[in-house]
């Protein structure tokens, strides 16, 4: 979390760069890390994985070398506040865990409620969300909204969908370390931590990982292969997010 998320939070967050010159884009990431509030115990939710449900596989307590009745987290959640004038108040969550449901990683940007949406159409309104999917299935996609032909006033989830193997078939797209590697070769440092930005990224998590060292804070288990610890929807429906009011399910287009 501490490194591969916060890169990509970054990211996100920066504002433009003058140029696309290294130390550009890393002044305005480390202005994104300078303007962030350090993260406290509150700020966090954390699990540690236990056996599945069939105990076909073994909890994080199970294995002989981890002492017994440790409670180090296997998942961590974390709201990150950005003290600026475009984020003020904006929660940006990092979410990262072992022996979950699924392997991936992704930017995930929910938009607000529609106001009055939900007296102008008889179904429930799930809130708009921009996609960017980093691996594995690359792609950017919008899951929105969208009434049903016809003279109904019916709304289900669709998407607008950029899926990278379809739109550019044939074309071998890198593992994120070749590119890496390419950079190296190039002399390139845009996509490599400065000093600066590596001080500025602990100094952020720095006290909450003594807090957890310390044995200060509350880590809830969760299933092996499950998607994380069972108070997660209420922790974040307390930041402001909000769980899709329709079944949907995001496929890959092969």
Not at 12 to 17: D, G, Q
Not at 166 to 171: D, I, Q
Not at 207 to 233: C, N
Request: aromatic fraction near 8%; proline fraction near 6%.
């Amino acid at each position: 979390m501490q490194n591969h998320l916060l890169q990509i939070l970054t990211l996100v967050a920066m504002e433009r760069p003058v140029s696309l010159d290294a130390d550009d884009v890393r002044n305005e990431k480390v202005k994104v890390l300078r303007s962030m509030r350090p993260l406290t115990l509150k700020d966090m939710k954390l699990g540690q994985y236990a056996a599945s449900a069939d105990g076909s596989k073994p909890g994080y307590l199970d294995d002989a070398t981890v002492p017994k009745g440790s409670k180090t987290p296997t998942y961590a959640g974390a709201a990150v506040y950005i003290d600026n004038d475009r984020w003020d108040g904006v929660p940006f969550i990092l979410r990262c865990g072992k022996a979950l449901n699924e392997a991936k990683t992704e930017v995930r940007i929910q938009f607000r409620d529609v106001p009055g949406g939900d007296v102008m159409f008889p179904t429930p309104l799930s809130r708009n969300e921009l996609v960017i999917r980093v691996q594995p299935n690359e792609s950017v996609y919008i899951k929105l909204m969208n009434k049903e032909p016809g003279l109904s006033f019916r709304q289900h989830i669709t998407e607008l969908d950029l899926s990278y193997r379809t739109r550019y078939e044939g074309l071998r797209i890198p593992d994120a370390y070749e590119a890496l590697l390419l950079d190296v070769l190039r002399g390139d440092q845009a996509n490599f931590v400065r000093d600066d930005e590596l001080d500025a990224a602990w100094a952020l998590f720095t006290p909450v990982l003594h807090a957890i060292d310390r044995g200060e804070a509350d880590v809830e288990a969760y299933e092996y292969g499950s998607r994380g610890p069972a108070g997660l929807k209420e922790w974040m429906a307390g930041l402001g997010v909000a769980r899709d009011r329709q079944e949907y399910v995001w496929a890959p287009k092969m």
